[in-house]
């Protein structure tokens, strides 16, 4: 089974700021890795998928990157509703199942 | 617009069994594959268990396999979820999501599931 570790678990920064989000597999995946985003009391939102795919209605300020076992989610500059917490996804070919990371917090300095 | 709805949730004592439901619209619901996803309080997400556009191929978490069940009924653009021998660590909110290729692109707003005696 692939572990998604994600780092760091809470990122303190200000509106305006570049927020790097990291998500780590502990073996080598596709590129079929996603992110969320999910507010308190929302469902997870689709955010990117297939690595650097922006889903419908993401703001360009989204960005995804990596390859093999590195995974980066950058939002350019912060913006007030985007503190919330992130989560990676992968899936593991048949038999199809999920993972997700434990999640990011990106919160307000 | 796409919308999942779940319903079903509730409070159920350990050892107890629940069936969750989740109505879709503003889709082909007979084209897409489907799964639940959990969410225990404070925690993180873990996915529970998967169905093919037409119910041929089911899969589960270890945590959930041979006590719940998936099912999906085309014609009334429905998913469902039943949970038998429930045990604390199942409460959680389950979410209905819409799978395409490997992420899920919609998402319900999610059923919230007590188990406590």
């Known amino acids: 089974e692939i572990v998604l570790t994600q780092s760091p678990a809470t990122l303190s920064l200000s509106p305006g700021e570049r927020a790097t989000l990291s998500c780590r597999a502990s073996q080598s995946v596709s590129s079929y890795l996603a992110w969320y985003q999910q507010k308190p009391g929302q469902a997870p939102r689709l955010l990117i998928y297939?690595?650097?795919n922006r889903a419908t209605g993401i703001p360009a300020r989204f960005s995804g990157s990596g390859s093999g076992t590195d995974f980066t989610l950058t939002i350019s500059s912060l913006e007030p509703e985007d503190f919330a917490v992130y989560y990676c996804?992968?899936?593991?070919?048949?038999?199809?199942?999920?993972?997700f990371g434990q999640g990011t917090k990106v919160e307000i300095k | 617009q796409v919308q999942l709805v779940e319903s079903g949730g509730g409070l159920v004592k350990p050892g107890g069994s629940l069936r969750l439901s989740c109505a879709a619209s503003?889709?082909?619901?007979?084209?897409?594959?489907l799964s639940w996803i959990r969410q225990a309080p404070g925690k993180g997400l873990e996915w529970v268990s998967y169905?093919?556009?037409?119910?041929?191929?089911?899969n589960y978490a270890d945590s959930v396999k041979g006590r719940f069940t998936i099912s999906r009924d085309n014609a009334k653009n429905s998913l469902y979820l039943q949970m038998n021998s429930l045990r604390a660590e199942d409460t959680a909110v389950y979410y209905c999501a819409r799978v395409r290729a490997e992420r899920f692109d919609y998402w319900g707003q999610g059923t919230l599931v007590t188990v406590s005696s």
């Open positions: 503003g889709f082909t619901f007979s084209d897409y594959d």
């Open positions: 169905i093919s556009s037409g119910s041929s191929y089911r």
């Open positions: 996804q992968q899936r593991h070919n048949w038999p199809y199942t999920w993972t």
């Open positions: 297939d690595t650097s």
